[in-house]
C-alpha cells in the first residue's frame, strides 16, 4: 500500500495573493502517491543538512509500449529538485495515481497543481 501524498493548488495569474505548499514527508517504508491530472510538479526538498539521498519517480508503460522511470537520483543535502508538469501518459497507472519515493523521510516532497 502507498501513501497518499497532500496536493496543493497554485493560484492562477489573476490571483490576488499566494499559498501556502504542503510538504509531505517520504514514507520510506513504501512508496507515495497523488491522483494524477497531468498538471502537477512534483518537489523533493532534502531538510538534512549534511546527507544525500536519493528519490525515484516511478513510470508506467506510454502508448509506445515505453519506460522511462528516474531511478534512485541523488538528491543532496538542503537541494530541491522538480520535474513536470508530470503527464498522464507514461506516469499515472491504471489507478490513476503517480508513484514516487525517496530513501529516508528527511526528503520533503510536495505535489503542486499548476492551473
Not at 61 to 74: K, M, P, S, W
Not at 86 to 102: D, H, M, Q, T
Amino acid at each position: 500500500m502507498t501513501t497518499a501524498l497532500t496536493k496543493t493548488t497554485a493560484p492562477d495569474s489573476y490571483a490576488s495573493a499566494t499559498v501556502a505548499v504542503t510538504e509531505n514527508a517520504a514514507d520510506t517504508g513504501s512508496q507515495n502517491h497523488y491522483v494524477s491530472t497531468g498538471k502537477e510538479l512534483i518537489i523533493f526538498r532534502n531538510s538534512n543538512a549534511t546527507t544525500a539521498y536519493t528519490i525515484t519517480i516511478t513510470s508506467q508503460t506510454d502508448d509506445y509500449g515505453r519506460l522511462g522511470h528516474i531511478t534512485t537520483e541523488a538528491i543532496g543535502s538542503g537541494i530541491m529538485k522538480v520535474f513536470g508538469p508530470v503527464k498522464n501518459p507514461g506516469w499515472r497507472n491504471s489507478s490513476g495515481n503517480v508513484l514516487c519515493e525517496a530513501s529516508n523521510a528527511n526528503v520533503l516532497i510536495s505535489v503542486i497543481t499548476v492551473p
